[in-house]
């Protein structure tokens, strides 16, 4: 015997709802599995003020290896130099020195030629006399004009070595090949001297034969070229 259900029965969700299907009957099947989560990217490292590191250096431009030692590119490579051509290398500024040096070395010759010859006039004088040629005043005005002449002569040839070798030299510090050639022709003519002032002609040929060679090693030649090639005032 039923006993119908009074209004305060509980009843089951949807039993009195005639839309709602009845329950499915078997199992129910089980849930499709769930794709695992992709790994986050590493974190990048931070610094120690809490932001994140700089990225590195991007790599150079031009290697290394376009440029010599002496901070100038080798002759015959191309881009600018990578050292400043305004600052001669170190053979240039001893070549410059070793040039003023050698003016000053031409002026105590000078000197020194100039004294020699005022002392021998009396020599010259009876070297004059003892010829036939010239006899009393005459001789003595004869050795006057030797004496003067070569003394006028000393003076010019103090006056240009000194001059020359040290304008040049100055140009050529700044980097002017035009001056390097003048001041190997001048270091060739300079042997002329080689025998004057007791010695000290030599000197001063030693000396700018030195300088000559410092001009036209390689840290210079890359000077002279970095200087024609840039075109930057110099000091």
């Not at 050698?102 to 010829?131: E, H, K, W, Y």
């Not at 009393?136 to 103090?158: E, H, R």
Request: charged share 10%; no cysteine; glycine share 8%.
């Amino acid at each position: 015997m039923t006993i119908p259900d009074d209004e305060s029965t509980p009843r089951p969700a949807g039993a009195d709802d005639p839309t709602t299907p009845p329950p499915a009957s078997g199992p129910t099947p089980p849930a499709a599995p769930t794709p695992p989560a992709p790994p986050a990217p590493p974190a990048p490292p931070a610094s120690d003020q809490g932001f994140p590191a700089a990225p590195p250096p991007p790599p150079a431009a031009h290697p290394a290896s376009s440029a010599s030692a002496s901070g100038y590119p080798a002759p015959g490579t191309a881009g600018g130099p990578v050292g400043d051509p305004s600052v001669p290398p170190r053979t240039v500024n001893i070549a410059f020195w070793l040039y003023v040096v050698g003016a000053v070395l031409s002026v105590i010759s000078g000197i020194i030629t100039i004294a020699t010859i005022g002392g021998q006039r009396d020599q010259f004088l009876r070297t004059v006399q003892n010829s036939n040629q010239t006899q009393g005043q005459n001789a003595q005005s004869v050795v006057d004009a030797v004496i003067a002449g070569a003394t006028v002569w000393a003076i010019i040839t103090l006056i240009f070595w000194a001059v020359t070798f040290v304008l040049f030299a100055f140009f050529m510090r700044r980097g002017a090949n035009w001056a390097r050639i003048i001041l190997t022709v001048l270091t060739a003519l300079s042997l002329l001297n080689i025998l004057a002032g007791y010695g000290v002609g030599f000197v001063q040929f030693v000396a700018t034969v030195v300088a000559l060679v410092l001009m036209w090693l390689r840290p210079s030649n890359e000077y002279f070229a970095a200087v024609k090639a840039t075109k930057v005032p110099r000091s």
